[in-house]
């Protein structure tokens, strides 16, 4: 999930494929919501079209439009680590205590390639805001390996995880 100008969007023949407001965010979360609202809306790349409010110079409500680019990146964004997204392990539940972890969210995680499950695993974790998973149940599996996975999602105390 990268930005990208409109003019660009428009040359590589991208297709808008959902518009997206954040209003009175702190200016730090503003990349990141539109990175994880891309992602989930099943594009590649965003562009803010219009700055409504900043916050220290910087946007704090915007206007976006998100993005589906056919290009070789869109192509390969299934096996793809988001960044940040590798820095999400799997969680031991025996220590979960030990290390303060907090249930976010359970979700499915699907996989067309089975060889790309692990980071579809890191990156739903990741967007789900968590640093943890922890595989509760086998939905499906291709040739013997899992292709879709009930993962819970935890975020854990940074310093007691690394």
């Not at 200016?27 to 965003?46: I, M, S």
């Not at 700055?51 to 915007?62: A, H, L």
């Not at 390969?76 to 979960?96: Q, Y």
């Amino acid at each position: 999930m990268t930005a990208i100008s409109p003019a660009l969007a428009k040359e590589e023949k991208c297709q808008i494929i959902a518009t997206h407001s954040i209003k009175d965010a702190h200016p730090n979360n503003v990349d990141r919501e539109l990175k994880n609202v891309t992602y989930a809306k099943g594009g590649n790349h965003f562009a803010i079209i219009e700055v409504m409010d900043t916050n220290s110079s910087r946007p704090s409500s915007v206007v976006a439009e998100l993005y589906n680019c056919n290009d070789r990146t869109a192509e390969n964004t299934d096996s793809e680590l988001l960044p940040g997204a590798e820095n999400v392990k799997p969680l031991i539940i025996s220590n979960m205590n030990q290390k303060q972890c907090t249930l976010i969210d359970t979700d499915v995680v699907k996989s067309a390639n089975t060889d790309n499950l692990d980071a579809e695993i890191a990156n739903k974790t990741y967007m789900l805001g968590g640093n943890r998973f922890h595989i509760t149940k086998v939905i499906d599996t291709k040739e013997g390996k899992a292709s879709s996975v009930v993962i819970d999602a935890y975020r854990c105390d940074t310093e007691l995880t690394q």
